[in-house]
């Protein structure tokens, strides 16, 4: 049963559409597959090879500027900025990853941190090629229906899901987990942690570039204080992995839907609307005192908690 | 150069002086926090912007000026960065969990709740300090008649400078010459070493929350009569404070007077020789550089000639 399981998911994905959701829940359904991408993005650098990124905006960004600029300079389809933003977001990786990586644990944090303020202020500020604090608008809608959305995101969430599995299964990924818990003996052991964490940056910011591109296509806007965010972006991508489970493979998953679905029934109540910041904020600190693991990394925990509460509750 | 360009760069260079000193002030809270803790506070900038609106409202409900509420408000903000510390921080410390950075991001929550609740109670307008001195300012022709540059000093912008000193010098003695100083000190040497001196380390580390509260607090305050204030300013000086620390070095109080220094330095030349909006650009440029070229920071430089001699 365990074995067919990730087929089975699939099979939901895939015929998901079919059941006539609306165009709101496929809305949703799209973002918090999005999100499940960009979570397992940082989940593979920050989770697996313990180099926590606090500036995953900086990959989203050039990866949604990547296609937007290519639609609006040349008019090709911003579709193509997918594949391009691969190759974009890789060189931008290797260079962040030339300057950041040489620091360790919160100084590698704070670096990226502000690599992803760096690229945010460059993008207002080159109005010649970004158009500034205006903004990209991508004027035709490939679809108005979001099916083909959906499909897409999905094939780029499975293909994600995949990759990151293989490669913590693999040789790599070992090595990965090496430099998380113990970076001088990884080192000692023969294992060149420069390059295996340049190789993990790069995979993830490539993933989430990826990401990036998408949502220029699917939201048809991006201005600089959307997709270089420090809020919005960067620190929702840590939530999302904290409150799923770091070192998943499904924590990204289960967080983009707690998160996803949290911001917009918060963003949905009238007063507490503005307030999405703190209760998110006080939703981290929860989370990091009690389920430092996230909920599928602590899930053993919760269960005895909650099974432990249900046995007091009959007995009385 | 013609004297006018000649004055441009002196004036430049004086904004710049005069801001890395309130810049430092920040630096050392966070590089005594860093270095004691070992982690960084990333609510640095929200203590400091929480104090600019205690400032603020002392100075609209009770008229107090700015620079006296560094008296109120640095102490307040010592008792609530110990809270911070106690109440949050040490409870993860003891936790189990897979990322070390679990604190970090701790404070980077702490943050966010703290200028999330800015905006809901105080709206996010910009507000600033209608102080009287406000635009006042010291000029050189007042006092050389037949000097070839004319330059000026900012009244409130000098007296800011001045209090970060007198602070600087006060923190100084208090590391150096009293005994819980010296304890926060060698805890941060070696934490371990501490412990078997007979340091309680535990109350140490509140203190040195406390005390990183409080400069910044102090900064914020020194801040309001020359500077605007709304609740998102507090991720850019938690950034400036990062800036600071790895420019001066990690843990060092001398290099993060300095890095203060070359950073306020470097921004004002920024913002005079290529635009206002590329300042932030700057302030990463030098830091990008830094972690580069230089990677222990100043201190680095600083240890070299100590043991060359």
Known sequence: MRKYQPYIMLLLLLLLPLFGLSTYMMHILILVIMWSVIGMAWNLLGGYCGQVSFGHAAFFGVGAYTAGILYFKTGISAWWGLPLSVVIVAAEALIIGFICLRLRGPFFALATLAMGEVLRVTAENLRGFTQGALGILIKERTWVEKTWYYYIIVLIAVGAFVLVKKIIESKLGYYFVAIREDQDAAESLGINTTLYKTIALTISAVLTGIAGAFYTNYMGYIDPEIVFALHDISIITIMVVMVGGVATYWGPVVGAVIMVLLAELIRSLPRIGTAHQTLFGILLILIIIFLPNGIVGDYPKIKRILGFRRRVGTTS | ?309
């Open chain 2, 1 to 309: 150069m013609d004297a006018v360009q000649v004055e441009v760069l002196l004036q430049t260079l004086i904004a710049g002086i005069l801001l890395g000193g309130l810049y430092a002030l920040i630096g050392i809270g966070m590089t005594l926090i860093m270095g004691v803790m070992k982690i960084i506070n990333l609510a640095h900038g929200e203590l400091m912007m929480v104090a600019m609106y205690l400032a603020y409202w002392l100075f609209v409900l009770f008229n107090i000026d700015p620079y006296l509420s560094v008296f109120i408000a640095a102490p307040l903000m010592f008792f609530f960065g110990m809270a911070i510390q106690k109440y949050l921080i040490n409870p993860v410390l003891k936790v189990e969990s897979i990322l070390p950075e679990n604190q970090v991001i701790l404070t980077v929550g702490i943050g966010m709740v703290l200028a999330n609740l800015a905006t809901i109670l105080f709206t996010s307008d910009y507000r600033s300090v209608p102080v009287e001195y406000a635009s006042d300012a010291w000029y050189l022709s007042d006092f050389w008649r037949d000097s070839p540059v004319e330059l000026s000093l900012s009244v409130p912008w000098s007296i800011s400078f001045l209090f970060a000193v007198v602070i600087t010098v006060a923190l100084w003695f208090f590391l150096t010459r009293t005994d819980t100083g010296k304890s926060i000190r060698a805890t941060a040497q070696d934490m371990d070493a501490a412990v078997l001196m007979g340091v309680n380390v535990e109350r140490m580390r509140l203190i040195t929350f406390g005390l990183g509260a409080a400069l910044v607090g102090a900064a914020g305050c020194l801040f309001i009569p020359i500077y605007y204030l709304y609740p998102a300013l507090g991720g850019r000086f938690t950034l400036i404070a990062f800036v600071i620390t790895i420019l001066g070095g990690l843990g060092s109080t001398v290099g993060a007077i300095i890095g203060g220094l070359i950073l306020g330095i470097f921004e004002s030349l920024t913002a005079t020789y290529v635009g206002m909006g590329w300042a932030p650009v700057g302030r990463f440029a030098i830091f990008i550089a830094a972690l580069i070229f230089l990677p222990g920071g100043v201190a680095s430089i600083l240890r070299r000639q100590r043991l060359g001699k």
